[in-house]
């Protein structure tokens, strides 16, 4: 059974444009800079942070790797922007390049509003950056804020690494305030099984859409994607696109579709009126249900019976946002991820976003993503931090930096109003690519976070290598994942979470 690598999930971008002038550049610290004393404990106390609070073990399985990240040479430089205050604090970045310095370039905005820090200082995440941060959080040195996504988090709260926001939540924000949020991201970075801890603050939204090129479907006369399209269509217009040369072998796939990924595969058996874990029971695990199944054989069936469908060592495993371009494919399912994309195509052929087609039952369901930052509990700074975070999901930075500078889809309502205008904007090219349907998936409704196990990671392990096994190494029947399912309800039931 292969290795389980889990699939490309966050985008890191090619290439940054240089560096603003204001906050300089400075080597990669050794380790995060000591927090000065926390100041007074303001009327309303702040959770307070455990004297040694256990830190989550160690990971064999690596992070996720970002869709379109590349292997880093060298390490990439940290900023340091200074303020008039005496609180030091540490901000561990998963960004672009481009993202990165839009943050350093905004920083001193916040610094001026609260006085209170000295310095704050981004730290891009390192290779290897979650097992780093586990043994950071060992040593007493890890970074007072740091981005994450909802699938990783569940060793942290359960070993009380980080904040539970929900007290800050109710001390600051106003219910204007919260109802800026989109309701199912801000629901979900609620874990109901751990306590109902709220992990995180909303940081971006990603949202899986249908890429797809415009030239392609017109060179064999087919419509380009819309509302209309249920899955039926889907592998009909797959099967058109496709290509096949000498011996019968694809040369062109009609779709790209990371059924083998384990944030990836879980919504295609909803959309058939199925589940991977029983709503009632978060121990058992339904994918082995005849409804999930027939999900898993309808990519299956397309990617090794009909090859119509890539197979992923065609491209070996690389990001599919770097091979867009070259013609590999036609449609792929994925993340929006608008500049990294103009990046690589750069205005060479026409192509746009579309919704993913709805599932036999007539309902639409994407994975949207807990994209998140966290405050670690052994920071000396708790409250400090949280102002921080509150600024990084407010307003401000939300347009300046996350939507103009980085691109992404914003996670307030009143900044999505203003998302398509700013990227096309800052990128002409995007001008005819659909940007629209990140507003349309918000008022539909129909993204959400991933369905969760009581015990996740004892999931995972099971689940990654057997999805590996039917859509990487190929010949394994679709039945098999019942046995899978199986192994995974046992390993809930007998396990210590």
Known sequence: MPTA???PAKPAAPAAPAAPAAPAPTKPAAEAPKPAAAPAPTNTPAPAAPAAPAAPAPTNTPAPAPAGATATATPRPSYTITGKGQVNLT???GASDFWIAGTAKALPGFTEKYAKVGKVTIQPNPDDWQNKLVASMVAGT???????WGDIMPPYVERGQVIDFEPYVKRD????DIRDFYEWQWRDFVMPWLNNIRFGMPRYVNIMFTWYRKDHFDEVGLKYPDLTWDHNTYADAARKLTKKGANNKTDRYGLLYPTWGWDRYW?????????????KDNTRATFGEEKALAAFEWSRKLMWDEQVMLQPLDINRQSSVLHFPTGKFSMNEE?????????GIQGK????YAHTPKGPTGNRKVLGTTDGYAIWKGSKNLDDAWELVKWAAGPTNQLDVVVKAAGRVPVRHSVLKQWEAEVVKARPNLKDVNLKVAVEAMEMGYPSGREFFKDNIAAQQLIIPALEKMFVVGGTPTSYMKEVADAVTKAQKTGTR
Not at 267 to 279: A, F, H, R
Request: no cysteine; net charge negative.
């Open 142 to 148: 890890a970074p007072d804020v740091f981005d994450m």
């Open 5 to 7: 690598t889990p699939v």
């Open 173 to 176: 924000l106003k219910p204007e």
């Open 349 to 352: 052929f026409p192509w746009a």
């Open 91 to 93: 901000w561990q970045m």
């Open 267 to 279: 919504y295609k058996p909803v959309i058939w009126g199925g589940s991977t874990v029983d709503p």
């Open 335 to 343: 993340g929006i991820y608008p500049f990294e994309m103009d990046n």
